[in-house]
């Protein structure tokens, strides 16, 4: 089984909380616009305008409620070939939105803009939209192994509201094991589901690094990575980027998964505390 850059699923699966045995996986599998991204992004225009059409919604796992998280931040991303990708991210300021770095450069394609959608439960409309070409990505970002795989984009001014507010960042020595979080995104809700238009979330349980190298090969979970249990949901294709919530802390990025979201393995997320530093240096 191979590994890919993944996004939010809220299917249920089993698997001891922090501590399991796997079968490793095949090294990493890259080039994410190509083979997630650009479908995903043509799927959920599809669903969107579906959904519009015929006045309901695709349902698919559970939906989140305007408002609910309004730090979250989708991602429509413009390739240098002119074709369009998507992601997400999360507004840690007025002017500042904190994403995965193969969000915008893949080790493939390198994004020319990114239009960041805040304050809505869909991500090709509704809410407010703000296009920037201002990206900064972490200078030690490895693109074979997804290593500081974090990255900043910088925004025109945006006011907060009900919908619209950024979120604090987890700091300090915290490595969260055990503790119980949200995946916030608009990723698939199952390896075969239809695309649901609609913005999901999944609680999750954080696991010790430890428990997740026995999932992947080589040295791919250093310090700087956090991993969640598939216990109760899991990340899935198309969110890379989007949020991992805990304590209403942005405590990870959303950054690698399984290539079968309902694979009963853990995800990988770039750990906010590692990074701290490197964010609030951008604010």
Request: glycine share 10%; hydrophobic share 40%.
């Amino acid at each position: 089984m191979k590994l890919v850059l993944a996004s939010l699923c809220c299917c249920l699966w089993t698997l001891g909380a922090l501590g399991a045995s796997f079968e490793p996986y095949e090294p990493l599998e890259l080039n994410y616009h190509e083979r997630i991204g650009i479908p995903r992004a043509d799927a959920l225009r599809q669903a969107e305008l579906a959904a519009d059409f015929d006045g309901g919604r695709i349902i698919g796992g559970s939906p989140a409620a305007l408002g609910a998280y309004p730090y979250m931040a989708g991602q429509i991303m413009t390739l240098q070939n002119g074709r369009e990708s998507m992601g997400g991210g999360t507004l840690i300021s007025n002017t500042r939105v904190v994403t995965a770095a193969h969000n915008l450069y893949d080790g493939r394609q390198m994004v020319r803009h990114v239009t960041v959608v805040l304050g809505s439960e869909r991500i090709f409309s509704g809410g407010t939209r703000i296009t920037s070409s201002r990206m900064e990505l972490h200078a030690d970002y490895n693109t074979n192994t997804l290593h500081n795989d974090i990255a900043i984009i910088t925004i025109d001014w945006v006011n907060y509201s009900n919908t619209i507010r950024n979120i604090g960042l987890a700091s300090g020595s915290n490595t969260y094991a055990g503790a119980w979080a949200w995946a916030i995104g608009f990723g698939k809700t199952s390896d075969v589901s239809m695309p649901s238009p609609d913005l999901m979330h999944v609680r999750v349980q954080v696991i010790t690094n430890a428990a997740c190298r026995d999932a992947f090969p080589g040295n791919f979970v250093i310090d700087s990575t956090l991993c969640i249990s598939s216990a109760t949901g899991n990340i899935c294709t198309g969110d890379s980027g989007g949020p991992l919530v805990a304590n209403n802390l942005l405590i990870g990025v959303t950054s690698f998964g399984s290539s079968s979201c309902e694979e009963p393995r853990p995800a990988g997320f770039a750990r906010v505390t590692s990074f701290n530093s490197w964010i609030r240096a951008r604010m």
